[in-house]
């Protein structure tokens, strides 16, 4: 288990996350004892800031509308990651497009729920039931400049179950990220895989 500091912070801790909602797969970092070094948002008063909070990680709000372009925003969002230590970045439900600016500062982890490059987009699961697939899964992929274009980390199927809704789905799909995206930046962590740049 990692030492911690007075405030809980993870000694050596290198992880940026990036939320907008819930933090589920925060959560499942956490859990895992991934060495978490601060937690930013785009959107104020969400579950997953609440959770950084509980774990003494220091978190942040980046509101776009607090900046006159994507590119300022997401400048700023690095400068205050990397000010705590952050090497690597996850997405956790983070739910903007990164810009080039920033991608060139870090490398970063994403988890989508499909089988990229099937269904990229924010309706993956819907897109799916849609199309009346037999399986769909959980990706977790490097991030690019693209919609879910990224090169693929790790992959794991999920079956299709007669009857199935968004909603049933998609929490089976959440028990999948919740194992994946923790392996995949251990993974990265411990030189088990290198980003596209390195």
Known sequence: MARRDAAGRAKGAVIGVL????????QALL?????VAAVASNRPGVRALERAASAGLPGAVFPLGDFASRAERDAAM????AERGARLVVC?????LLTPGFLERFPVLNVHP?????FPG?????DALTAGV??????????????????????????????DTAESLHARLHEVEHRLLPRAARLYLEGGLRSPES
């Open 19 to 26: 939320v907008s909602g819930e933090g589920t797969n925060l």
């Open 31 to 35: 859990d895992a004892e991934l060495p």
């Open 78 to 81: 690095a400068d205050w990651l």
């Open 92 to 96: 956790a439900g983070y739910m903007h």
């Open 114 to 118: 499909s089988l990229l490059p099937a």
């Open 122 to 126: 924010m309706h993956a699961v819907e």
């Open 134 to 163: 037999a399986e769909t899964g959980v990706t977790v992929h490097f991030v690019d400049e693209g919609i879910d274009t990224g090169p693929v980390v790790l992959q794991e199927r999920v079956p299709v179950e007669p009857g």
